[in-house]
Nanobody
Framework: QVQLVESGGGLVQAGGSLRLSCAGSGSIFQVNDAAWYRQAPGKQREWVARSTRGGGARYKNSVKGRFTISRDSTKNTVYLQMSSLKPEDTAIYYC???????????????WGQGTQVTVSS
């Protein structure tokens, strides 16, 4: 069984920083594409950032220059460094990843349970 567990959320003042972690556990050969999403109260879940195994990264326009997605493949962990946080960044942040469970297996897609980020003005 594979699980993704997010951590690092919390309450921070506007302008502050947080680093979210998404740790994969269980039967994992490698984490391929990974992404962070967020869902604010009363709104639909939206994509925030994506990291490809080849090293590429893409960001939602509103977080470009403030958020950085990275990974530690040795730990099956994906990070989201968030800086210059704004109240509108307040949301539950979810990790999503395509995980290859065996060397020659196909990818399966997994979601974490989410971690709350609250930015006060």
């Amino acid at each position: 069984q594979v699980q993704l567990v997010e951590s690092g959320g919390g309450l921070v003042q506007a302008g502050g920083s947080l680093r979210l972690s998404c740790a994969g556990s269980g039967s994992i050969f490698q984490v391929n594409d990974a992404a962070w999403y967020r869902q604010a109260p009363g709104k639909q879940r939206e994509w925030v950032a994506r990291s490809t195994r080849g090293g590429g990264a893409r960001y939602k326009n509103s977080v470009k220059g403030r958020f950085t997605i990275s990974r530690d493949s040795t730990k099956n962990t994906v990070y989201l460094q968030m800086s210059s946080l704004k109240p509108e960044d307040t949301a539950i942040y979810y990790c999503n990843a395509d995980i290859q469970r065996t060397r020659y297996g196909t990818d399966y897609n997994y979601w974490g349970q989410g971690t709350q980020v609250t930015v006060s003005s």
